[in-house]
């Protein structure tokens, strides 16, 4: 959720969310409400989404690397940081190779 709010606040082009789960894809296009333990920060994520365009994509699991490798960091320094305009150290080697192409056509 906190990288959907800096999304937000730093561009003023759609969001773009790639996820290998289609499911997550689909509660957070869906209407309904959703009546899970996760339910409450759903319900976030989808009023930051209400004030722009939201862009689901799904992709491969082997697509998705870097954003394995920064869930890992997370948890296993206990932290979480932002990294405008640079490459954290974890994930220098994979970025490259991981990138998606987004088409907003």
Known sequence: MQGMALAIQHTTLPVVVQSDSSEALSVLSSKSLMKSA???L???IKELMSNREFVPQKIHRSQNNVADRLANYSRSERATAVWLHSVPPCIEDLWPLDCNTVNLQ
């Open 38 to 40: 996760y339910g409450q």
């Open 42 to 44: 759903i319900l976030e």
